[in-house]
T-cell receptor, first 116, second 115 residues
Framework: AQSVTQLDSQVPVFEEAPVELRCNYS??????LFWYVQYPNQGLQLLLK??????LVKGINGFEAEFNKSQTSFHLRKPSVHISDTAEYFC??????????????FGAGTRLAVHP | NAGVTQTPKFQVLKTGQSMTLQCAQD?????MSWYRQDPGMGLRLIHY???????DQGEVPNGYNVSRSTTEDFPLRLLSAAPSQTSVYFC??????????????FGPGTRLTVL
């Protein structure tokens, strides 16, 4: 079974600074990878996804992630954060189980706190 | 489009009570899922469905039942609530991509407390 490790449970950062949220996954076979964001008391919103092709994936709100197959990593980056980016971020990998269904396996989450 | 909707937003139950969490999607997606979110554990799959009339268990199915009589609806039933079921519950739906699951879209969640 696959697993996802988010290496930092909390990341504090000052506004306008760059940030990197780290994610490693366990599988060595072809995978689909996702980053979701959860704002306080809300559901999960897709930030970006990697299915195939270019290893640099651009998402919403200025975020991007780089797929690194050799290091089994999918780190999320933003060059300049805003207060409004304060949220919890989840990395997920898909795993085929049955009937064409790919379940998502989530990391434990990284809480990004942006300070003025 | 409303996307994925869930009701209620909040619920408090006593141990042993039963209830149904409702989930509906208007995107004509084949696949629907229920996850629970607990602090420090991310989201874990409870049950999923690959189409009307077809459901299966995920990682943490004990104490929960599901059914899928229509494409749009996928209710989650708690048979006899326990404090360990205190959690935030998310419903998700997804279409088909290249023979597999496309991006999953999540509802706003139901926060359940069992006393």
């Amino acid at each position: 079974a696959q697993s996802v490790t988010q290496l930092d449970s909390q990341v504090p950062v000052f506004e306008e600074a760059p940030v990197e949220l780290r994610c490693n996954y366990s599988s060595s076979v072809s995978v689909y990878l996702f980053w979701y964001v959860q704002y306080p008391n809300q559901g999960l919103q897709l930030l970006l996804k990697y299915l195939s092709g270019s290893t640099l994936v651009k998402g919403i709100n200025g975020f991007e992630a780089e797929f690194n197959k050799s290091q089994t990593s999918f780190h999320l980056r933003k060059p300049s954060v805003h207060i409004s980016d304060t949220a919890e971020y989840f990395c997920a990998v898909s795993e085929r189980i049955s009937g064409g269904y790919n379940k998502l396996i989530f990391g434990a989450g990284t809480r990004l706190a942006v300070h003025p | 489009n409303a996307g994925v909707t869930q009701t209620p937003k909040f619920q408090v139950l006593k141990t042993g009570q039963s209830m149904t969490l409702q989930c509906a999607q208007d995107m004509n997606h084949e696949y629907m899922s229920w996850y629970r979110q607990d602090p420090g554990m991310g989201l874990r799959l409870i049950h999923y469905s690959v189409g009307a009339g077809i459901t299966d268990q995920g990682e943490v199915p004990n104490g929960y039942n599901v059914s899928r009589s229509t494409t749009e609806d996928f209710p989650l039933r708690l048979l006899s609530a326990a404090p360990s079921q205190t959690s935030v519950y998310f419903c998700a739906s997804s279409g088909v991509l290249a023979g597999g699951t496309d991006t999953q879209y999540f509802g706003p969640g139901t926060r359940l407390t069992v006393l």
